[in-house]
């Protein structure tokens, strides 16, 4: 019988893999064995913490969610005193970890929603509560930023915080088709220079 920390310690790898794997495949392709194999675990172990590849990808959506949480929470923007500037500084935190190859960067929740929201609705649902989840986070700083700089539009904090999400995982779509992390910084750029412009920040 394996011990806590090693029951735990698995099922962390597999979490793992499986967001490194369906990140460079994508759900469909990836199987239970390349996860296994990226863990270097066996399916017995596999199998032991999770019934089917589905639960794994429900599971992995929460764990990536979480790494996001904390890997953001310590973004250094987060201790700017202006809200406009963490705003900002979010952003550029965000081009700032376009390094290494593809997989490491793109996001495992717009990579898992764009195959399977029509084929399989729990992860189209996990998917939509993560990406939802961290928009909310950025609903505060925006909302702040709106009250202190009087900004009055037909546009709201919720519904920017979604336009952020939105060109950051277009951004990402284009960075697997063009093969490179430039043209997502390019986006990211366009984005910067387009929330300065909605808070009167000039460049």
Same mark, same amino acid.
């Given at each position: 019988?394996?011990? &806590? ?6 099922k962390?790898?597999?979490l793992?893999?499986a967001?490194? #794997?369906i ?15 990226a ?15 589905q &639960? ?5 959506a929460?764990?990536f ?6 890997a953001?929470?310590?973004g250094p ?9 963490? !705003? ?7 081009k700032?970890?376009?390094?290494? $190859?593809? %997989?490491?960067?793109?996001?495992? !929740?717009?990579?898992? #929603?764009q $195959?399977a929201?029509?084929?399989?609705p &729990?992860?189209?649902a996990?998917?939509?509560?993560a ?5 909310k986070s950025l $609903?505060?700083?925006?909302?702040q930023?709106? &009250? ?9 904090a ?15 779509i284009l ?5 490179? %992390?430039?043209v997502?910084?390019d986006?990211?750029?366009h ?10 920040r %000039? %460049?």
């Open positions: 019988m394996p011990t &806590e920390p090693a029951h735990h310690e698995s962390a790898k597999l793992d893999a967001v490194q #794997v990140r460079a495949k994508g759900y469909s392709a990836a199987t239970v064995d390349d996860v296994c194999r863990a270097g675990l066996t399916k017995g172990s596999f199998f032991h913490h999770f019934d089917s590849k &639960e794994l990808a429900l599971e992995a929460a764990h969610s979480a790494m996001a949480d904390e953001f929470a310590q923007y987060r201790a700017l005193p202006d809200p406009v500037d963490r !705003l900002l500084g979010y952003v550029d935190f965000r700032a970890i376009l390094r290494g $190859e593809l %997989p490491e960067f793109t996001c495992l !929740l717009g990579t898992m #929603v $195959e929201y029509d084929t399989h &729990e992860i189209r996990a998917c939509d509560a990406i939802s989840h961290h928009a $609903e505060v700083d925006i909302a930023a709106m &009250e202190r700089r009087g900004t009055d539009g037909t546009w709201n919720r519904s920017l915080a979604f336009f952020t999400q939105a060109v950051i995982q277009g951004a990402f960075a697997k088709a063009k093969h490179g %992390p430039a997502a910084g986006c990211l750029d984005l910067r220079h387009y929330l300065q412009l909605l808070f009167e %000039p %460049p």
